[in-house]
């Protein structure tokens, strides 16, 4: 991936973004725990953050960076397809987690920008998400679209299908 490309002003999704990028690298699975844990199952244990596919070589782990050079968000990016969404190279997005103190300040933007252009580049065709309620208005801002109706998992809560075509 060419990083000049995330920096370019006249990229569509970073007119969304502040002045301050956060630097977003692929991360190591181990690295994405933590804030899985905190943000997503709070309460929780460290086995409820470790799913199938995380060590798969085709799952992808970005992680955003904070000035101070800590993780202060993670998502994860599976080779996997929807059974109702058709894509010739789809990707799913799990795990997003930002770091309270970080909430609202571009790191999740930047990750999810970062991982739509890297996965343009890749030639896939559609990324996917199971968008938690609270998330799906930020998922709708970077262009995303509900499907089908909402469904709940376990204790989790509601949560809606959300895509992107990467080939529009």
Known sequence: MNPDRLTNPSNLYLRHMTAH????KTIDTLEVYPLRLQVLRPGGTLGECIWPGDDL?????????????????????????????????????RGMATHPDVRGKGYGKAIVIYALQYYREQGSDLMWCNAREVAVSFYEN???????????????????????????
Do not use: C
């Not at 000035?67 to 894509?87: C, N, T």
């Not at 995303?144 to 992107?164: L, R």
């Open 21 to 24: 990028i956060p630097n977003v």
């Open 142 to 168: 970077l262009g995303f679209q509900i499907t089908g109706e909402p469904f709940n998992i376990g204790s989790i809560g509601k949560h809606w299908v959300m895509f992107i075509r990467l080939n529009d």
């Open 57 to 93: 070589p085709t799952t992808l782990h970005f992680g955003a960076v904070s000035g101070d050079g800590q993780i202060a968000g993670v998502a994860s990016f599976y080779e996997q397809a929807h059974p109702v969404l058709k894509a010739l190279k789809p990707v799913q997005l």
